[in-house]
C-alpha cells in the first residue's frame, strides 16, 4: 500500500479496503507494512503526543470495523505508547480483538534513519497462530539480524513474516533478497517479506514484496513500485507455494520508475495542481521534463523556455521539439530585458569592474524569478533541473537554477542522467539525439562548456561515488587511479558549496547516500581528507 504520513483515517481506510479484498478471496492473514497506520517515516510527528493519541485511536476504530471479517487475521504497523518508551510496533487484529504485538528491537539509526531518536527497542518475540502455524513477526531492521529471527524460531516459530517501510536505492532489490535469505538459512524457516510503496519527501519506497521459502528460493514476488495485493499460498510444512513471480527490471527502468513515483507522490500528496520546468535544450531538463509527463500526464507539466543571448539556436529548436513531442504546454520567455535592467541597475556598483560569474548568475537567477512568478501565479510546483553531479560541486546558482519546490533529479549523477534518457528513448524516441551528443553548456556566456571547468564527468562521478557513497578519502581516490588534481579540486568543491546544498529543495533519492538526510556535513569546517 501508498500510506500518506498522517492521513490517519486515509491509511485505516487503505488497510479496511485491502482487507476487503483479502477476505473475498479467502485469506487467512493480511500483511501491511510497517508502520502503516501512520506512514514511515513520521519523523517528528511521533513527538507529539496529540499523533501518538490520535493513532492509538484510528488503530481502535479499525480494529472494531475489521471485526466484521471473520476469521481474518490483520497485522497493521502503528506506533504504540507504553510504560517503557515509544515503540515502533504491529499488532494483529482478528475478530474484533488484537491478539498479539509487538515491538521492533532493532532500531536502525543509519543512512536515512533515525528511529533512536523515537522508539524504545522491544525485546520479546511475537508469535501467533494461524490456522495451527503460529508465526514469528518481525518488523524491517529485525529481518537484517540474526537476533531476533532465532529468537523467534526458539519461541516456537514455523514461518516468518516481516513488516517493511524499505526505501528504494540501487541495486536495493538485491541487497534484500541476500539479506533474507542468510535469514532462511539460518532459521531454516520460510519468510514473507511486504514493503511500502510510494514517495515520501526524498524517499520512494518501491514495494517488490515477496515469500522465500526455507532454501531461499522465492515462491511469490509482486512488482516494484507498484501497489497491489499478493496472495500467497502456505503449505502443511509452513512453506510458500510456488506462486506468480514478478520479472525483475533492469536497473535503469528501476531508477527512471523510482523518479515518476517520487515526482507523482510528491505533487499529487502535496496538493499542487501541477508542475513548470525551465527548459534549456540541455539533458538535465529534458530527463525532469520526461519523468514529469510520465507521473502527472501532459496537460499538468509547462515547459518555459527562457533564452539569453548566449543562448544557441539549437536549444531553442531542441527544447521546443522536446516539448511537442511530450505533449506540453510551451511557453518562451526572453531574459535579454530583465538581464539589461540588472546590468543598468548594477552600473555604479560595478563601475571599473570586469565581468565574471556575477554577470552569468544574474541571468540565473532572472529564470529562477520567472519561474517562481509563474509558479505564484498558478499554484504550480517548479521542479528544479539540477543533477547531483553538478550539486556535488556546487555548478549550480543558490536561488537562480536552484530556485523551486522539488530537484526531481538531485541524486541523479551525471552520467545516469544519459541512461536515463536513453532508456526513455528506448520506450519511445522523445528526446531529440542532439540533446544526447552535444556538449553539456550552461549556456551563460559564448562558447561556454561544462567541462572547460570540471573533470570529464564519468571522472567526476567516479570521484564522488567513492567520496560521498564510500566515505573513500582522497588518498585512496588517488591509489585507485585518479588523477590527483581532479581528486583535490573535486573534494575541495564538496566542501565549499556544503551552503548551497543545505539551501536546494528537496529530490528523490536514487543512490545509497543523496545529499539530504542521509549526508549530515557541517557547512563551518576545515577538515579535507
Not at 517503557?84 to 498479539?100: F, K
Not at 509527463?293 to 527562457?306: N, P, Q, T, Y
Not at 553538478?390 to 530556485?403: F, I, N, Q, R, S
Not at 534518457?421 to 539525439?433: G, L, T
Request: charged residues 20%; glycine residues 8%; contains cysteine.
Amino acid at each position: 500500500m501508498n500510506p500518506v504520513v498522517g492521513d490517519l483515517s486515509g491509511n485505516a481506510e487503505l488497510i479496511y479496503l485491502a482487507a476487503t479484498v483479502a477476505h473475498e478471496a479467502g485469506a487467512k492473514l493480511l500483511l501491511t507494512p510497517e508502520l502503516a497506520l501512520t506512514g514511515y517515516p513520521p519523523e517528528d510527528l511521533l513527538l507529539r503526543p496529540a499523533f501518538i493519541a490520535a493513532a492509538a485511536s484510528t488503530l481502535e476504530q479499525l480494529r472494531q470495523r475489521l471485526a466484521a471479517y471473520t476469521g481474518l487475521s490483520v497485522v497493521v504497523g502503528h506506533p504504540l505508547q507504553t510504560e517503557r518508551g515509544l515503540h515502533n510496533a504491529a499488532s494483529v487484529l482478528r475478530d474484533g480483538a488484537t491478539v498479539a504485538t509487538y515491538a521492533k528491537h532493532k532500531l536502525p539509526n543509519h543512512e536515512v534513519f533515525d528511529e533512536v531518536r523515537y522508539f524504545t527497542p522491544g525485546t520479546e518475540p511475537c508469535i501467533f497462530d494461524i490456522e495451527g502455524c503460529p508465526i514469528g513477526l518481525l518488523l524491517c531492521e529485525d529481518a537484517w539480524h540474526p537476533g531476533p529471527a532465532m529468537q523467534a524460531k526458539e519461541a516456537g516459530a514455523r514461518l516468518l513474516v516481516s513488516l517493511n517501510a524499505s526505501p528504494y536505492h540501487l541495486h536495493k532489490e538485491r541487497l534484500r533478497l541476500d539479506v533474507l535469505r542468510h535469514q532462511t538459512e539460518a532459521t531454516q524457516l520460510a519468510l514473507v517479506y511486504v514493503n511500502a510503496v510510494g514517495g515520501q519527501d526524498e524517499l520512494v519506497f518501491d514495494g517488490g514484496s515477496f515469500a522465500l521459502n526455507a532454501d531461499g528460493l522465492v515462491a511469490t514476488s509482486m512488482p516494484q513500485f507498484e501497489s497491489g495485493i499478493g496472495l500467497v499460498e502456505i503449505d502443511a510444512e509452513a512453506q510458500p507455494k510456488l506462486g506468480t513471480i514478478a520479472k525483475s527490471a533492469i536497473l535503469e527502468s528501476q531508477a527512471y520508475s523510482a523518479l515518476v513515483l517520487g515526482v507523482r507522490d510528491y505533487v499529487q500528496k502535496n496538493g499542487f495542481p501541477g508542475v513548470i520546468i525551465g527548459l534549456s535544450g540541455g539533458v538535465d531538463s529534458a530527463l525532469v521534463l520526461t519523468v514529469a509527463v510520465d507521473a502527472l500526464g501532459a496537460d499538468r507539466v509547462r515547459a518555459v523556455m527562457m533564452p539569453s543571448p548566449y543562448t544557441a539556436d539549437i536549444s531553442w529548436i531542441d527544447a521546443k521539439a522536446l516539448a511537442d513531442n511530450m505533449g506540453v504546454q510551451y511557453d518562451e520567455i526572453p531574459i535579454q530585458a530583465p538581464m539589461a535592467a540588472f546590468e543598468h541597475a548594477l552600473a555604479e556598483q560595478f563601475a571599473g569592474l570586469a565581468s565574471d560569474t556575477t554577470e552569468e548568475n544574474i541571468q540565473a537567477r532572472v529564470r529562477g524569478t520567472l519561474l517562481m512568478a509563474l509558479s505564484n501565479k498558478t499554484g504550480r510546483l517548479v521542479l528544479t533541473t539540477g543533477n547531483k553531479s553538478e550539486m556535488a560541486v556546487g555548478y549550480c546558482t543558490l536561488y537562480g537554477d536552484m530556485a523551486g519546490g522539488f530537484a526531481v533529479i538531485k541524486d541523479i549523477p551525471k552520467t545516469l542522467v544519459y541512461a536515463l534518457c536513453a532508456y526513455r528513448n528506448r520506450i519511445a524516441s522523445v528526446i531529440p539525439e542532439r540533446i544526447l551528443t552535444r556538449a553539456p553548456s550552461a549556456e551563460l556566456r559564448p562558447d561556454q562548456t561544462d567541462q572547460d571547468s570540471l573533470p570529464p564527468y564519468d571522472v567526476l562521478d567516479g570521484i564522488l561515488e567513492g567520496y560521498m557513497e564510500k566515505n573513500q578519502s582522497s588518498t585512496e581516490l588517488i591509489e585507485q587511479g585518479f588523477d590527483e588534481a581532479s581528486v583535490r579540486k573535486v573534494t575541495r568543491l564538496i566542501k565549499l558549496n556544503e551552503y548551497k546544498r543545505r539551501q536546494a529543495p528537496p529530490g528523490v533519492r536514487v543512490t545509497t547516500r543523496a545529499f539530504g538526510r542521509d549526508w549530515r556535513y557541517p557547512i563551518t569546517s576545515r577538515f579535507l581528507a
